[in-house]
């Protein structure tokens, strides 16, 4: 028995459309894959320790490190945060910590330019 060449060609059509599918399946689970860890690695840049190393790093892009720094001790220090803020919430100690505050820029300031000038 002979096959012609016309049962032939629907043969090779089939496997070649099978393998089509195929082909097209693996391209889907690696795309599946791909947007799985783009997923992942986006999680990752969205946790708070993160967002906050970003921020400190573009604070110090702009020269603003001491802000950074000043952020990262709030963070590890919580009850900095919270003196700072019953500090600031209450009305009649807010003129003193400002003018504390500023003696301290001041005092921190004058060190700084001593120890700039000394070297």
Same mark, same amino acid.
């Given at each position: 028995?002979?096959?012609?060449?016309?049962?032939r060609?629907a043969?090779?059509?089939a496997a070649?459309?099978?393998?089509?599918?195929e082909l097209?399946?693996m391209?889907?689970g690696?795309?599946r894959l791909?947007?799985r860890? =783009?997923?992942? /690695?986006l999680a990752g840049?969205?946790?708070?320790?993160a %967002?906050a &190393?970003?921020?400190r790093?573009?604070?110090g892009s702009?020269?603003l490190?001491?802000l950074g720094g000043g952020?990262?001790a709030?963070?590890?220090?919580?009850?900095l945060?919270?003196?700072?803020?019953?500090?600031? =919430?209450?009305? /009649?100690?807010?003129?003193?910590?400002l003018?504390?505050? %500023?003696? &301290?820029?001041?005092?921190?300031?004058?060190?700084?330019r001593?120890c700039?000038?000394?070297?």
């Amino acid at each position: 028995m002979k096959t012609s060449s016309a049962d032939r060609a629907a043969s090779s059509t089939a496997a070649d459309r099978r393998m089509r599918i195929e082909l097209l399946r693996m391209r889907a689970g690696y795309e599946r894959l791909a947007v799985r860890r =783009s997923a992942c /690695q986006l999680a990752g840049e969205l946790r708070p320790e993160a %967002l906050a &190393a970003q921020a400190r790093d573009r604070l110090g892009s702009f020269g603003l490190g001491w802000l950074g720094g000043g952020l990262q001790a709030l963070r590890r220090y919580p009850v900095l945060l919270s003196l700072l803020t019953s500090v600031i =919430s209450n009305r /009649q100690r807010r003129g003193i910590a400002l003018k504390t505050a %500023l003696i &301290a820029g001041l005092v921190w300031l004058g060190k700084r330019r001593n120890c700039d000038t000394d070297a």
